[in-house]
T-cell receptor
């Protein structure tokens, strides 16, 4: 099993550009989520999904969209990038017992 | 904010010593989890303790949970250089079964 995969690993954007961060998991987990991690802070939840076709907002959803058309994929879209979105983004899926499995992260810089 | 609080923020010890990290929270929880993050990498799950459990072991890791004090501790015994990493606690709130609330982490450095 590949677990949780994320692409790209690194990305540099200019202010106002849009892009999609890809996330996929092969563990058949219903629950998936996106976090951002900033220096000195814990993870902050952006959006999450409890199954295909169902998404909901987390703590910091502004400026981001998600969709969940399949169990495997959970892309995160930045609509109009801002410097405040410079961060490391992690995708995670969760098993029945509550353990979360994380992808390797995407390091995003917005100039 | 419901965010968990961890202390210390940073800890530096000699190889072979024990390392203890603490996590406190303010809400009622279903479970509390500890994760490790090596520099520049994703987080790795270490251990989950449920609200009705008081102590749990996994190898050199020992986790305790005191729901009356709303706190948990992670003990790493006989530390190794490879234990150098950041350690995060995260708890599942009674208010939302799906979301984990995260602490800011403890940065652990093991000196050889």
């Amino acid at each position: 099993n590949a677990g949780v995969t994320q692409t790209p690993k690194f990305q540099v954007l200019k202010t106002g550009q849009s892009m999609t961060l890809q996330c996929a998991q092969d563990m058949n987990h219903e629950y998936m989520s996106w976090y951002r991690q900033d220096p000195g802070m814990g993870l902050r939840l952006i959006h999450y999904s409890v199954g295909a076709g169902i998404t909901d907002q987390g703590e910091v959803p502004n400026g981001y969209n998600v969709s969940r058309s399949t169990t495997e994929d959970f892309p995160l879209r930045l609509l109009s990038a801002a410097p405040s979105q410079t961060s490391v983004y992690f995708c995670a899926s969760r098993d029945f017992f509550g353990e979360q499995f994380f992808g390797p992260g995407t390091r995003l810089t917005v100039l | 904010s419901q965010q968990g609080e961890e202390d210390p923020q940073a800890l530096s010890i000699q190889e072979g010593e024990n390392a203890t990290m603490n996590c406190s929270y303010k809400t009622s929880i279903n479970n509390l989890q500890w994760y490790r993050q090596n520099s520049g990498r994703g987080l790795v799950h270490l251990i989950l303790i449920r609200s009705n459990e008081r102590e749990k072991h996994s190898g050199r890791l020992r986790v305790t949970l005191d729901t009356s004090k709303k706190s948990s501790s992670l003990l790493i015994t006989a530390s190794r250089a490879a234990d150098t990493a950041s350690y995060f606690c995260a708890f599942g709130s009674m208010d939302s079964n799906y979301q984990l609330i995260w602490g800011a982490g403890t940065k652990l450095i093991i000196k050889p």
